[in-house]
């Protein structure tokens, strides 16, 4: 199953690159057979996240000298030390990814780029050092070529891939690490949600505020993922599985859970239009799947697509005048998600999940269809092996 | 140099507490004397958080079983699974406070129930697990109490202690811990900006901005610095110290680098006023040095005290017409630190930086003189040992 190529000699002393590392130069070392997990035989066991493979890519960095070589390396914990930047000031980012079985047994990335270049931008945003995406990506070619077998063959099922990227420097300044460590760890999974996907219900209020401008909430920092915790409790507690974030004093709506939004609506002037909020103000996370439903919606030219502030004045008015047609989430995770209710203002707003057209379906149907290689499209997906 | 009060039999099983854990179970394992390291022997050598000392305390909970036993136990790396959730979202939060030699040779800490109480709040707003804050303060005085020869006799020096508590279950979903692991470390320090108190120089810049209502800007969680370390690097960049955070349309000043600021002006009615920025907006980190500034100088009684916004436009008038008497920043880490210079606007306004009352080095000498037992005031001080 492991190509030759990857099989690089293990050198008496590593390569240092200052300004990237170098996928021709990663080692490999296996898991010994024996000491590999068990594969789920179910689709009804995989959680969201919670089962790991047997290898991890670890790419390391200090200030003095640059890149390490990067390593493919038995799955194992992590010593850190307790002062660690990390921990204490939250330097650390993250990217979300899916590697698909497709129909010809084959595996694919989708818009694996898009992701690493955003990988690259969040760095920058957390003061983490530079490198170079295309390397990374070869990189993780090479992980999930080894853990092909982890990949799952049934409907809906995938192998999440989190690349992540942390300061490591033991010292407690409030200043950018010495230090960090790259690494990715795949995780096979079924549907974010569960095993079916049903219309989510979201909490909205204004209260409580994801991101802002000036702030960092347009990057993949771990640092915005933090605050909104207490706030999806909140949520629970008023019976609603996710939070619709708003921002500022006219209530824009921004982002659902740690998915982007769509409204479909009839708009004031009669037109059937898809609305997401802008990426100007920096408040929106630049999602993969958000850019794909505009890509192929804008394609199709069946409505208008729009990239604008919609607010909660704006969406209660279209549901009261029947013009609401359907919303959804759209995200790595769970691709896209229908929303069935909104409560705001200890009001519940009960969504259409699915319009005449049923959007949100056709664009998951459409998106899994290029994911699992029964459409090609572009060249949004990379087969690895 | 450890009571024997300490040195709690290790029980076969772990006692569970499911509110709380408590200082009376706590149990101490000590590093053996030949392992212990070497200790300063000159105070210049002492660099921020970057020498840790012998032991370390730890205590761990988990949703299952609620808290475990406090443990005292020589000074070491962690091990971590790479899916933590404090790696990944951020679910993080940290103290920092100071043990002082006083001039009576007693270990003092500065009123610590106020770092208690606010690491409580800070780990409510992160979704981590309650406890009693005065059993963390009982379990940490025992830490100081076998660390003393820890704390430094020079003049500004201190043992700096930071209570950490992170998230460590090992799953993806963007949910808090079901575990999770309290810790406190500690390190001998000199005066936070090197060996002297000189005036720092600022770098205002309303692009950025520190915290925002309905986030988490006035707790203090991890996901607060990281976006600022870019922002930190520009203002070097720029040939400053630190960052002048604003808010808002009116760049209201809220925060410098990482503390508290105040300004000392005649105001547009004539009036000597100290201002400081409120804490209604939820932007603002309570400082305990912060709220120490404000008792002192109202209970000096010479000039106004006042919690008010006060914006950029209102510093430049003032300084423009020779009313800006003094700024300066207050944290435990620099106490006080007076602002000698602001860049804004790509302009640098001087800011004198002692008045002829000297405001900011009174107030350092009147906190430090508490702190070092020179005097007391009000129950400010607890002593360890």
């Not at 690159?17 to 898991?31: G, H, I």
């Not at 096979?188 to 219900?201: A, D, L, R």
């Not at 802002?212 to 993949?220: T, V």
């Not at 519940?348 to 999940?353: E, G, K, N, Q, R």
Request: glycine share 6%.
């Amino acid at each position: 199953m492991v190509s030759s190529f990857m099989r690089v000699s293990r050198r008496l002393l590593s390569t240092v690159n200052t300004s990237t590392f170098k996928a021709e130069n990663l080692r490999v070392t296996l898991c010994p057979p024996d000491q590999r997990k068990r594969k789920p035989t179910d689709p009804n066991s995989l959680q969201f996240g919670k089962l790991f493979s047997d290898h991890l890519l670890s790419i390391k960095w200090t200030q003095k000298n640059g890149w390490n070589d990067p390593e493919i390396i038995p799955f194992q914990n992590f010593t850190i030390h307790p002062a660690s930047k990390a921990i204490h000031y939250a330097q650390s980012i993250f990217e979300g990814m899916k590697a698909f079985r497709g129909v010809d047994g084959k595996i694919r990335l989708f818009r694996p780029e898009a992701n690493m270049a955003r990988f690259l931008r969040s760095a920058e945003r957390a003061s983490l050092a530079s490198f170079d995406p295309d390397e990374l990506l070869k990189c993780l070619k090479k992980l999930i070529t080894i853990e092909a077998d982890w990949v799952p063959n049934w409907e809906f099922t995938s192998l999440y891939i989190r690349p992540t990227f942390m300061g490591t420097e033991p010292a407690l300044g409030v200043n950018p690490s010495i230090e960090s460590h790259l690494y990715v760890i795949v995780s096979p999974v079924g549907c974010y949600f569960g095993t079916k996907i049903e219309p989510v219900s979201l909490y909205a209020d204004p209260r409580w505020v994801r991101a802002w401008p000036g702030g960092a909430g347009s990057s993949k920092l771990s640092a915005n993922y933090a605050p909104t915790l207490s706030i999806q409790k909140k949520a629970e507690e008023k019976g609603c599985q996710q939070v619709l974030w708003l921002y500022g004093e006219d209530h824009q709506i921004t982002e659902v859970g740690a998915m982007n939004v769509f409204v479909y609506l009839i708009n004031e002037q009669g037109e059937k239009e898809l609305v997401t909020p802008p990426l100007n103000q920096g408040v929106i996370l630049p999602g993969v799947t958000r850019d794909s439903v505009l890509a192929v919606t804008r394609e199709w030219n069946q409505f208008k697509v729009n990239e604008r502030i919609i607010t909660m004045k704006e969406v209660c008015k279209a549901h009261e005048e029947k013009r609401l047609l359907e919303m959804f989430g759209a995200g790595t995770a769970a691709v896209v998600c229908p929303i069935g209710r909104i409560n705001f203002n200890n009001k519940d707003y009960l969504i259409p999940s699915e319009s005449k057209e049923n959007i949100s379906h056709r664009l998951l149907t459409t998106l899994t269809d290029i994911q699992y290689g029964k459409t090609e499209y572009k060249n949004w997906t990379q087969i690895v092996c």
